[in-house]
């Protein structure tokens, strides 16, 4: 059993085929994250019509500009169905910049007061922003508490001992099976087992040996070979430790 803890789905002719092989190759809790609350309809409707499948209700950076008018009451309003677990993907993304920066951090913030109102899970994007994401997670969380994830976690070690200490998770893509990416992987020997997740961000970063297609929830399977290595664990050990942390985090 395995849970891809973030990937991306639509509602469109390949969406059976795709939970259909990832049921053959074990993943059993598949999380489609969300990035804008005006498309809730179309991912509640995908998480609705198959079982063990959830979504999330957030912005992201890319849409910072656009959706600067959101606020938390609207990411709350977005969240109130039982198949909604987490908010997000939210965060900061200094790489593309496709949005201002205090335009990003602004919404990141609505983010983080629905995470912290509801009480459900963060689903946190990071790319090349670690000074100021460390200095947001940390100064919200002492005003209220929540619970979060690194998603697609590839940045600092500075960055991850902060969330850890914070009490979130840490979630590995298909990225630990880059050839490149040697210090990610020293990086995830270093995590918790108690705080590993799963993912593939798919469509996007499909692992060694499906690098160059569309990813899909069924490719977890490699990340969690990786990751397993990576860990000195059996895959077995790793898809169970995973799993069981998908589902304390988000109360299933």
């Known amino acids: ?17 795709i939970i259909a092989r990832a049921r053959v190759a074990g993943v059993s809790y598949i999380l489609d994250a969300g990035s804008n609350i005006d498309h809730m309809a179309e991912h509640l409707a995908i998480a609705q019509k198959f079982d063990g499948v959830y979504t999330a209700a957030g912005a992201h950076p890319h849409q910072a500009k656009e959706l600067s008018g959101v606020t938390a009451e609207d990411i709350l309003r977005a969240s109130l169905s039982k198949k909604v677990i987490a908010i997000g993907e939210a965060g900061l993304d200094y790489y593309y910049d496709f949005a201002p920066r205090d335009a990003q951090i602004k919404l990141f913030e609505e983010n983080i007061k629905a995470a912290q109102q509801s ?81 593939t961000d798919a469509p996007y970063l499909a692992p060694v040996p499906k690098r160059g297609q569309n990813n899909e929830p069924a490719n977890v399977v490699f990340t969690a070979q990786k990751l397993a290595e990576i860990k000195n664990r059996s895959f077995a050990e790793i898809a169970e430790i995973t799993t069981n942390n998908f589902k304390r985090l988000f109360e299933l």
């Not at 600092?156 to 099976?177: C, M, N, P, V």
């Not at 880059?178 to 995590?191: G, H, L, S, T």
């Open 1 to 17: 059993m395995l849970a891809d803890s973030h990937c991306h789905l639509e509602n469109d002719a390949e969406i059976e085929n």
């Open 119 to 199: 009480g459900l899970p963060l689903i946190v994007h990071n790319r090349d922003s670690d000074d100021d994401m460390m200095e947001i997670l940390q100064e919200a969380y002492k005003k209220q508490k929540f619970k979060g994830i690194i998603h697609c976690y590839s940045s600092s070690w500075e960055l991850a001992k902060t969330a850890l200490d914070l009490g979130f998770y840490i979630s590995a893509s298909g990225i630990i099976t880059f050839n490149n990416a040697n210090d990610i992987r020293e990086n995830f020997a270093k995590v918790p087992e108690d705080r590993l997740l799963v993912e």
